[in-house]
C-alpha cells in the first residue's frame, strides 16, 4: 500500500507534521512518501492520500490548493485524508475551520479533515505578520512550540481515523 504524504507549510512546521505522520505511517508498514505539494506531479502512483496546510488568515496555502486543482479528478478515486495545522496560543485560537476546507472536503470527498495545533517563531515573522497575529489576540504563543510529537499531535484522546490510528478504531479500510 503506497501513502502520499504532502503538506503545505510556509515556515516548516506543518511540514514536520507531515513527516510525523509519514514516520508513524513507516512504521506500521505502509510505503509512505512524504512531499510538498509542488513537487507533487500526480496522485496516480498512490493508494491514499494524505493532504494537509498551513492556515494563514482562514485560508490554506495555494500549494495545497492548487495540487487539488491539478490532481482533483484522481483524488476523488483514492481515499484522502484532510489536515490543517493553525490554530495557536491558550486556548488555541481561531476556534472556526479554514474557510477553504468545505470546498476542498467536496472537490476530494475526503473521508475526514482534522485540525492539528500550529507552531509560531515569533523572530521568523515578519512585521506585518507579528501584527496580525496580535490582533488574532494570541496569548502565550511561546507553548505553541516544540515537536509534533512533543505538541500532541499524534496521541489524540479521540478516535482516529486517520491511518494513523491505532487499529482499535472505526478506521475504514483503505
Ligand atoms: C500572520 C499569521 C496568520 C495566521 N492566521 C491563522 C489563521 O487564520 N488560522 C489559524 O488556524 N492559524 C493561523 N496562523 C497560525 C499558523 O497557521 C501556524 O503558525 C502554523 O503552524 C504555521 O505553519 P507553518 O510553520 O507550516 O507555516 C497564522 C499565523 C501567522 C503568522
Redesign the pocket.
Known amino acids: 500500500m503506497k501513502v502520499l504524504v504532502t503538506?503545505?507549510?510556509?515556515?516548516?512546521?506543518?511540514?514536520?507534521?507531515a513527516e510525523a505522520i509519514g514516520e508513524v505511517l513507516t512504521e506500521r508498514g505502509l510505503e509512505t512518501t512524504v512531499a510538498s505539494p509542488q513537487d507533487v506531479g500526480s496522485v496516480e502512483p498512490y493508494d491514499a492520500v494524505i493532504l494537509g496546510s498551513?492556515?494563514?488568515?482562514?485560508?490554506w496555502?495555494k500549494e495545497a490548493k492548487e495540487l487539488v486543482e491539478r490532481t482533483r479528478d484522481a483524488l476523488t478515486g483514492r481515499p484522502v485524508w484532510l489536515f490543517?495545522?493553525?490554530?495557536?496560543g491558550d486556548p488555541?485560537?481561531?476556534e472556526?475551520d479554514?474557510v477553504d476546507v468545505a470546498e476542498i472536503l467536496e472537490a476530494t470527498r475526503a473521508r475526514e479533515h482534522r485540525?492539528f495545533?500550529?507552531?509560531?517563531v515569533r523572530k521568523q515573522?515578519s512585521f506585518?505578520?507579528?501584527a496580525?497575529?496580535m490582533a488574532?489576540r494570541v496569548r502565550r504563543v511561546t507553548s505553541?512550540t516544540g515537536s509534533p510529537s512533543e505538541r500532541g499531535l499524534l496521541r489524540s484522546p479521540t478516535p482516529c481515523r486517520l491511518p494513523i490510528g491505532d487499529g482499535t478504531t472505526d478506521q475504514r479500510p483503505l
Not at 490543517?84 to 495557536?88: D, N, R, V
Open positions: 503538506a503545505a507549510s510556509k515556515y516548516g512546521s506543518t511540514t514536520e507534521i498551513a492556515v494563514y488568515a482562514g485560508h496555502q490543517s495545522s493553525g490554530p495557536i488555541p485560537k481561531p472556526e479554514p485540525v495545533p500550529g507552531k509560531l515573522l506585518p505578520e507579528k496580525l497575529v488574532l505553541a
